[in-house]
Every structure is written in structure tokens, then in C-alpha cells.
Nanobody, 124 residues
């Protein structure tokens, strides 16, 4: 059974940084693309970043490009989201997701497994 567990969320002031982690278990982690999504109160879940298998291609939402960096450590079965220059509009629950294919995607419906999410709150 695939499990994804996020950590690293919290409260930070605008301009600050956080690093989210997503620990995966139950599958050969390196064979699958991973993504980060977020959902703010009253809003739909939106794409943040994704990374292909084996340290492959990365994708970012325009709203986070240049500020966030997605990376993965296949030896540790972990994917990270380094978030810098945080803004109040980045406040949301952040979810990690895994696809059953090697190619990264920004489409939430293409992801097969999801974590429970971690709250990120950015104060102004």
C-alpha cells in the first residue's frame, strides 16, 4: 500500500522560507513522477510543482516559479519543496502526490496517491 506523509509546514512571515518533505513508502519510489499541490480555504486544489522520475524534468506553476524548488532523493524515498520568498497568498494546505507513470504532470486527476497535507501559513 502506497503511503505519502508530508511534513515541514508551519507559520512563517512574508519573505521567509520553509521546506516541505514528503516521505513515500509502499512502492519503488524512483519509478514514478511526484507532484505538489495546494488548496486554500474556499478555493480549488491547484498545481504547484512536479518532478519526473530519476531526477527528471520539473514543472512549476507560474505563481511560484523562481521562488519554489522541487527536488527528490530517491535513496530516501523523499520529495522536497523548498519555498523561498513566501507571500501571504501562498497560505494553503500543501499536498504531495504520486503518479503511476514516470512523466510529471500539472493535472491533479493524473495522480493516483495523495498525502494528508501539511498547513502552510504566511503572515503579512
Amino acid at each position: 500500500q502506497v503511503q505519502l506523509v508530508e511534513s515541514g509546514g508551519g507559520l512563517v512571515q512574508a519573505g521567509g522560507s520553509l521546506r516541505l518533505s514528503c516521505a513515500a513508502s509502499g512502492r519503488t519510489f524512483s519509478n514514478y513522477a511526484m507532484g505538489w499541490f495546494r488548496q486554500a480555504p474556499g478555493k480549488e486544489r491547484e498545481f504547484v510543482a512536479a518532478i519526473g522520475w530519476n531526477y527528471g524534468r520539473t514543472f512549476y506553476a507560474d505563481s511560484v516559479k523562481g521562488r519554489f524548488t522541487i527536488s527528490r532523493d530517491n535513496a530516501k524515498n523523499t520529495v522536497y519543496l523548498q519555498m523561498n520568498s513566501l507571500k501571504p497568498e501562498d497560505t494553503a494546505v500543501y499536498f504531495c502526490a504520486s503518479k503511476n507513470t514516470v512523466v510529471a504532470s500539472y493535472r491533479a486527476h493524473e495522480y493516483d496517491y495523495w498525502g494528508q497535507g501539511t498547513q502552510v501559513t504566511v503572515s503579512s
